[in-house]
């Protein structure tokens, strides 16, 4: 079985982190994002793997090589114009027909369970398989509508906004407070994992820009296809925002009993103060500077005695364009 994990897109929401490199080569704790695709594809015995690509498409050719230091093969599929979700597939069609095959999301974390998905897909002949959760928090994910034969039926809009305070408040080990509410019969939520049948291939459209959810599995469906949900309550983290990334961050330090982390070549200088903060490479910290809840890109230095709270912070000389944030001497601060 062969695997495709998309890893194509500009990453706009996750900026500036993605001026210089693309969404899923971002480092999670200390390693790129992507990385933990290709493992749990691995983990489920798919070692032949498919990446899109398009911005910064080096960031992730030097993360990954050609695979084999993660036990994987790895081809790559570089578009010159982005293609969209399925338009990514229609480039490679020729290397997927024959057998069933996943499409993944190249910015998430997760240890679902994708052999049950796999065994459920073959058990109803599926011509596609999406992977559910519960969006317990209603957060802003499209709704996907299942009858009672666990068939998709619709993808919809977005549930009315709830306080989702939830996952910071798991990350930071506080409480989440009266106003967050685990809502019983929550909508349901695409996690962007997939078994499709080469059949599907049938209803993707040709040389043009195309996505699934849009595009073909509306018309999979209106065609009697079988288009399955596998709802799976498995840990499931996804990275496409600045908030999220950083929540997701904390969450896992936290269970690592670490209230911060630093990549490589770090630097924390005497009297300064690090909480709840992701470092990446080469981070210099000065004296009785202070910074809380921030994400820190390559190379920043944060100048002695200054203090950067909720926040995202690159170097000004990465940026060609500044779309929001403010520069600060060397350095560009995005709010969170």
Known sequence: MK????????GTRLWPLTEDRTKPAIPFLNRP????????????????????????PDSIRRALGDGSEL?????????EEILGTSGALDRVRDRLAGDDF????????????????????????????LILKENAA????????????SCITRFAGFPESMATEALTAEATGSSPGSNVVKIENAPLMFTGIQVLSPKILDYVPRNCFSHSTIHVYPRAMESGEVVLAHVSDGDWYEMSTLGRYLQASLLFMRKKGLGWIAGANCRIEDGALVENSVLWDGVTVERGAQVRSCVVADNVRIPAGSSVDHAVVVRRDIVDEIERGEIIGENVIVKL
């Open 3 to 10: 695997a495709f994990i998309l890893a194509a897109g500009f």
């Open 138 to 149: 209603r957060e802003h994910f499209s709704i996907v509508e299942i009858d009672k034969n």
């Open 33 to 56: 994002l992507i990385t933990y695709s290709v493992e749990y594809l691995a983990s489920h015995g798919i070692r032949d793997i498919i990446i899109n690509l398009h911005h910064q």
């Open 102 to 129: 996943v499409v993944m999301n190249g910015k998430i974390v997760t240890t679902i369970d994708l052999g049950a998905a796999l065994a459920a897909h073959k058990q109803r002949n599926a011509i596609a398989t």
């Open 71 to 79: 036990g994987v093969r790895i081809q790559y599929s570089h578009e």
